[in-house]
């Protein structure tokens, strides 16, 4: 066992909790043997107790010795509004000078003394006295990204100063109120007899047409990072390579300028070969990942071929585009394609070379000489990928500009997931900053005794602060390009992550906590300059903090029907907070229907997901349970369908009139979103995606059952469409 108090004191000052408050409401204690766990994750040597006390000496002292911070994020959700000047006792006679270079190159400055400044804290280093003093700044600073640089006596320091609004951004018609309705939807699910079988950027418009047409003003969509595109059968979207990029799959290929100006890929297309391949893969009930990337990548080969003979180094147009869209992206994007040309490179070697982790040891480092030598060498494939991230990005922009033509008031959403895999690009060109031997995840609850252990890294606050958050930055910007809305996944992460430890489970993890109000104050920034408003998904056991400052900051909470349920009663309407989206059901949850026949429970049952017998017992009784209280909230309203009565024994499978009850009722809340899954309106019972599953279940697989276009021709949709309208209305 390591020193307890050299552990607890390290543990102290990397913000690792003691305690918390676990899912029944209770604190919990947090295991002391789980803090050595965590701390060992960390890279800290717990056995050798000289290196323990000299990490915690380090830890403890080195901001006295430093004049600023590393960054400084004002925020006016703070109770204060300066910088944090750390000098020593003897110090405090003189005086001090400040200039702040804002990012439009303008310059700010002003002087102080330090006996005038409010002191918040200090530190004995032997027989010196070091203190903490709050500089003052000015209140009507402009928002942006600067630098400050202090000078007291012969001392003199310059950090990074972002200065951040109190709130998020939102959409004028949200501003006043408007409720609106939509879709949240997996893309790849949609069917149609134009794609190659999975859904893409072109089933996407033909859905934003048909939803605008219907009324809708907002379609969710599923996490659509950078996957894996040498290994297709990775299609976990909330497990992406790259979290920055987009997964190249959703790419329309007819839709390419390219494709259009060419007739021989035009002809290749009508041919009986392509068309028994196409149709294959369209009829497939589940996405064949590996068949449709096999299909597509011989296209893309094509297609940038075509793009070097017209374009590349002819200084046309589309070329301009091109290079603009490299310039904008810069070394994130240089870095990702170097990853996937370098993984498709191990990977013809090997096929086991599934990420930099198996790769040998010279190509790990992204920095490294090897690694520079494979970019001189092979320029064209660097390029190659980095075309397929351009023809991506030129399509989702496209749709999102087909939903602002179209009027909707929100128009996309997207989805930024919690983490990025351990073995992709991400993790690869930020190495540093991620704490590579943990993963995150969940604590135990009633449904998961050891927890959950997503398997993702998470990023070390410490070194996400002295990096200047740049990563974060760089997430969010380009999640909130070419959208109306961004839902952060697992938004608690804001303020703190599980992290699991490696070889237990996630019952020996504990939390972590990350700076709050710099993450949200960056949060809010970006989504002003991006004019993106903030979805924060913050189910599950809700910190004190996140309840008062994510409605200050305004984003938006993320309610679900099937929690909105006490066991006596269902919320009410008008108690649903206003600044929410709103739905029935979620991916990681059964469809209405399977939620009513149970048959979620059954098969995770059949797949030993329940502890006990008991168990599944239990959890049967209260879905039962639930329903009730669902068909006593519908007969209060006014919603019951005829001839269906309060006991929900009578009614043992769902019914669409039924299923349109229940999106009715949560489309007359406050909530100023309400999203309806495509799933519901098609009475689907299979799941998308059963929670704590990989390879027992082909999860992130399952099409719908019908194009949107069939969908929405129906009568009965096109009528249950108008209603909802009609109450988003009210």
């Known amino acids: ?54 990490d915690a000496w380090q830890l403890d002292t080195h901001q006295w010795n430093q004049l600023l911070e590393p960054i400084t994020v004002l925020s006016p959700l703070r109770d204060y509004w300066g910088i944090n000047i750390y000098v020593k006792n003897y110090e405090l006679s003189q005086a001090g000078h400040w200039s702040i270079t804002c990012e439009t190159g303008s310059r700010l400055e002003g002087s102080f003394h330090l006996d005038g400044l409010n002191q918040t804290g200090d530190y004995w280093m032997g027989h010196i006295q070091h203190v903490r003093r709050i500089l003052p700044l000015p209140m009507d600073l402009p928002l942006g990204y600067h630098q400050i640089q202090v000078s007291v006596g012969e001392s003199t320091m ?115 070969t392509f068309a028994a391949r196409v149709t294959a893969l369209r009829a497939c009930d589940d996405v064949d990942y590996a068949g449709v990337s096999a299909l597509k990548f011989e296209f893309f080969e094509a297609l940038f071929a075509l793009f070097c003979k017209n374009h590349l180094g002819k200084g046309t147009a589309r070329e301009r585009s091109y290079n603009e869209f490299v310039r904008s992206q810069g070394e994130p994007l240089r870095n990702h394609v170097l990853f996937d040309a370098l993984l498709a490179h191990f990977k013809a070697l090997d096929i086991n070379a599934w990420g930099w982790p198996v790769w040998p040891e010279a190509y ?33 922009q496209n749709v999102n500009q087909l939903a602002k033509d179209l009027g909707m008031k929100i128009g996309l959403y997207r989805d930024l997931a919690v983490g990025a895999d351990r073995g992709g690009a991400e993790v690869w060109s930020n190495k540093e900053n991620f ?58 992460a804001l303020l703190r992550l599980w992290w699991c430890p490696p070889g237990k489970t ?25 004019q993106c408003m903030v979805i924060a998904e913050d189910l599950g056991t809700v910190p004190e903090e996140v309840t008062a400052f994510f409605p200050q900051a305004e984003l938006y909470s993320n309610k679900v029907f099937y929690f909105e349920m006490d066991g006596v009663v269902c919320t ?103 999203a309806i899954q495509l799933e519901d309106m098609m009475m689907i019972n299979k799941p998308v995606n059963i929670p704590g599953t990989s390879h027992e279940y082909p999860n992130w697989r399952r099409k719908l059952d019908r194009s949107s276009q069939e969908l929405f021709a129906q009568s009965d949709i096109q009528q249950f469409c108008r209603d909802i309208t009609g109450l988003r209305q009210l």
């Open 364 to 396: 790990q480092d992204y920095r490294s000489e090897a690694v520079a030598e494979f970019a001189a060498e092979h320029e064209r494939e660097l390029n190659y990928w980095t075309y397929l991230q351009f023809i991506a990005d030129e399509q989702l």
């Open 158 to 272: 310059t950090s990074p100063l972002i200065v951040t609004p109190k709130t998020s951004y939102h959409s004028e018609p949200m501003r006043r109120g408007d409720k609106t309705w939509g879709t949240a939807i997996q893309l790849y699910t949609l069917r149609s007899e134009s794609n190659w079988g999975m859904g893409d950027f072109g089933d996407l418009a033909q859905l934003i047409r048909d939803m605008a047409s219907a009324g809708a003003d907002v379609i969710g969509l599923n996490p659509i990072h950078a996957l894996y595109p040498i290994s297709p059968d990775h299609c976990s979207p909330y497990s992406p390579s790259n979290r920055s990029f987009l997964n190249v799959l959703y790419t329309n290929i007819p839709d390419v300028p390219e494709f259009l100006a060419s007739p021989a890929l035009q002809r290749k297309i009508t041919t009986k």
């Open 435 to 492: 704490c590579l031997s943990a993963a995150v995840g969940a604590p135990p609850d009633a449904l998961g005794p050891n927890g959950q252990n997503w398997g993702l890294p998470p990023l070390d606050p410490i070194k996400l602060k002295q990096e200047g958050y740049q990563t974060f930055i760089t997430l969010l910007r380009n999640n909130m390009r070419a959208c109306g809305a961004l839902r952060i996944d697992h938004a608690l």
């Open 1 to 54: 066992m390591a020193n307890y108090e050299l552990a607890s004191k390290i543990a102290h000052l990397r913000k690792i909790s003691t305690s918390f408050v676990d899912y029944q409401g209770n604190e919990a204690q947090v295991p002391f043997e789980n803090i050595e766990l965590i701390l060992s994750a960390m890279g800290y040597e717990l056995e050798d107790e000289a290196k323990l006390a000299h």
């Open 506 to 530: 996630a019952a020996f993890g504990a939390y972590v906590y990350y700076d709050l109000f710099d993450l949200l104050g960056i949060l809010t920034l970006e989504s002003q300059r991006n």
């Open 572 to 674: 009410e309407p008008q108690d649903y907070a206003s600044k929410a989206l709103a739905i029935v059901c979620n991916h990681d949850m059964p469809t209405v229907r399977a939620f009513w026949n149970k048959s979620d429970l059954d098969l995770r049952n059949q797949l030993n997901m329940f502890a006990t017998d008991e168990d599944f017992v239990d959890e049967q009784a209260r879905r039962e349970q639930a329903k009730g209280l669902i068909l006593a909230l519908l007969q209060k309203h006014g919603r019951l369908p005829q001839g269906v009565s309060l006991d929900p024994a009578d009614l043992a499978a769902m019914t669409q009139a039924l299923c349109f009850a229940i999106h009715k009722q949560l489309a007359s809340s406050r909530s100023q979103i309400v």
